[in-house]
């Protein structure tokens, strides 16, 4: 069916709403793709709601032909499973939770490993029931702090997730690689610029979380990025590139006088040193136990590289509370000497380096403190920032720091879940085998606005052809003669397959129409206009802005060819 304006509900604005801070946000809105519902909670209008089902469609073409079993599963789930998992204290406010008539506990689905681990335990018995890739696409709930940036941050959004089920561990690596190939299919022919990026540190094996991120400036995720290889990585999962120490004797420690010195800054001031000549002394919990981390004070401690080292373990901020009865922790000078208690490191912290750090008294620090001479490291884990210019862990070429939408991810999950619900099938021994999963995501509807963020320019969107609203929009700019012609055009176009959006609208000047073609952005912009009589249009090509004056005949062959 040809597409006609006149008839389709579509009302596009001028001024982009007022509480829209992303481009994909303010045009999304303005092209009359999305409206707001509620914070976070979005409706899909006629034009946007094609371009989902475009992605969509992408996907499951591609999830298909690895042998994805399309399902589709509840969004509303008892509440029970998430606790079985220990999720539902994981997820904590994120998690929409409802009671029905009798009281009992609900959620609105923000993932669905849980589930779909007991549809699985339900259905296959035996070894002979797997491997299985099983996949839906549906609504998600998630009570996401901030949910600014439209449909890229939805509280209610949609998913993709699949889900693979195998009784060995070849078979998980096999089904990932499936995955990641698969990705690499769908965000290529959706149009993106990506990266592939590993998602967690070596300490926590390598490849076997990795996130697809769709650079942008609206993005929330920071990437590191190689300029001369091909290496990315999330920032947390850079490992730091140490530099070596040399065999320097160092003298005795020294208490230096330094008053009104709490931080790096006023210490580096007072001693006229460089940052890094200090030592930095991060308390943390670590499941309620106080523990020092220490980091060159020119760096900052990355709390979620520190958690991801640490996991299970809960690692928290100490408060002013947990210095009480604690006199030996002097806030603003700690030093890891004859501290008693634990100490994590930062590798840049190796033996027979030398710091000056807190002398554990107020107002004071102390000169040659020598680590494996006046203190000892428990544990060196890299867990400092990452900062624009620190090597390349495999070229040693300065870093890029940039920013990112992270538009899917995948993940080798083991048998944590299988664990939790005892999902076992019967092995070829005729003994009981644990299953073992992956786990892999993509925002449907974020993909919609990462790719608008990505492709989007001072005139409005501009849509890669495989998502597109139309192939063309067909404009008839004049009278009747121009809408009559391009209605005949518009159904050849149809019946060769190319799906046309028609501005037929009377009463509507052609410079409002060119505007709205320019701002809604289909690929190719065909206008039926002056030259109507004599049987010649214009087509312009909506990204590079070049136009020609073709036949009607002309375009006709360029547009279905
Ligand atoms: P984020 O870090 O952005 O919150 P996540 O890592 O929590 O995302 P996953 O659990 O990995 O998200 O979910 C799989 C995919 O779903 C993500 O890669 C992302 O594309 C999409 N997604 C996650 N949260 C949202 C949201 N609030 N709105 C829209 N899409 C989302
Ligand atoms: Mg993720």
Redesign the pocket.
Known sequence: MVLRMSRLMLKTLRDDPADAETASHKLLVRAGFVRRSSA?VWIWLPLGKRVLENVSRVVREEMDAIGGQEVLLPALLPRENYETTGRAGEYGDLLFQLKDRKGADYVLG??HEEIFTQVVKDQCTSYKDLPVILYQIQT?Y?D?AR?RSG?????E?Q?K?SYSFDTTDEGLAEAYRAHRDAYIRIFTRLGFDYRIVSAVSGAMGGSASE??LAPAAAG??TFVDCPACEYAANTEAVTTVVPPVEGVEHGPVEELDTPDTPTIETLAAHLGVPASATLKNLLVKVDGKITAVGVPGDREVDLGKLGEHLAPAVVELVTAEDFEGRPELVRGYVGPQGLGIDYIADPRIAPGTAWITGANTSGKHARNVVCGRDFEVDRYLDVVTVRPGDPCPRCGAGLRLDRA?????I?QLGRKYADAFQLDVLGQQGKPVRVTMGSY???V???VAALAEQTADGQGLCWPREVAPADVHLVAAGKALQTELALEVAEKLHAAGVRVLLDDRAGVSPGVKFTDAELIGVPQILVVGRRAAEGVVELKDRRSGERVELTVDEALARLTG
């Open positions: 976070g923000p993932t998600k998630r996401e949910p449909v890229l941050r939805g509280r959004f998913m997730d996130e697809f929330e995720d939408i992270e538009i899917g991810h993940f995501g993509i925002g509807s974020r993909a």
